[in-house]
């Protein structure tokens, strides 16, 4: 059988769509790999790939609150500082190393010296995580290693075609924002500066995906509507959406697994 590859997308409080997704593959009896994941989508790829059990998963981010997320700091590069982000995530996780995960991941960031993607596949999975969602200007960038690495998201939303490096046949990439619209009404000054950085995402996001058409093999997206990424409010809405899309595509991936050559075309940008 061929080697699944599953690339979970950036999105905030959108990317809770993708522990339902997991939960709709596990029912299938469909098991990743391989996963990438970026921003949120390295949270949860992150605890799944180190074999958290996706109960533990839903029972975590259905009582989250963004206080158990948010530290207060004068340190310069952000609003909030990632100490109860770190904690948070090392109570499901610990501090250990990528070498120790039951599935093979990987996550990305951006190192804002060098304006470039970092791959994290080796050393703390913990730092590697928090690094990749550190939203710039809200989460104090992370410094280690001579870089200042923010939110992967910003460069690399759906990191799907790392995937192929590592050995995966069948390509799955969940892009949980789809392409960001903007408010009918004129927002308020910081509602613009975040609707110019979703133009400025899915301009990216459109160009990844249509260079890498013919390597991915499903490039789907929840049907999540207007969910702000930046509230929890909605995270139940967000999980039952992305299993309604897993129990959706699960049967098509498992017969493209399954098959000895070809891919399933259709899939690819459907929402």
């Not at 699944?4 to 997308?9: D, E, K, S, V």
Request: aromatic letters at 8%.
């Amino acid at each position: 059988m061929k080697k699944l590859g599953l690339a979970l997308g950036a999105g905030g409080a959108r990317g809770i769509a993708h522990v339902g997704f997991l939960q709709a593959l596990e029912e299938a009896g469909i098991h990743p790999d391989y996963i990438t994941g970026s921003s949120m989508g390295s949270v949860v790829g992150g605890a799944y790939a180190m074999g958290v059990p996706l109960r533990d998963l839903k029972r975590g981010v259905e009582s989250l609150r963004l206080l158990d997320l948010l530290t207060h700091s004068t340190q310069k590069g952000g609003l909030f500082g990632t100490k109860k982000m770190r904690a948070l995530l090392g109570k499901y996780i610990g501090d250990k190393r990528f070498e120790e995960a039951k599935i093979p991941f990987r996550c990305v960031a951006v190192d804002m010296l060098t304006q470039e993607v970092v791959e994290f596949s080796s050393g703390s999975i913990l730092d590697a995580i928090v690094a990749s969602s550190s939203i710039p200007g809200v989460f104090h960038p992370l410094e280690k290693d001579g870089m200042r690495l923010i939110d992967g998201g910003v460069l690399e939303r759906v990191p799907a075609m790392r995937l192929k490096d590592m050995g995966a046949d069948v390509v799955v990439a969940v892009d949980v924002l789809g392409t960001l619209t903007a408010s009918e009404r004129i927002p308020g000054t910081i509602g613009v500066l975040l609707e110019t950085y979703d133009v400025t995402n899915n301009y990216i996001t459109r160009q990844y995906r249509e260079r890498y058409a013919d390597d991915i093999d499903f490039w789907l997206e929840p049907e999540l509507g207007d969910m702000n990424q930046y509230s929890l409010k909605r995270v139940k809405f967000a999980m039952e959406k992305g299993y309604e899309l897993g129990k959706e595509y699960a049967p098509k991936i498992a017969k493209l697994l399954k098959s000895q050559s070809g891919k399933y075309r259709v899939a690819i940008f459907k929402k």
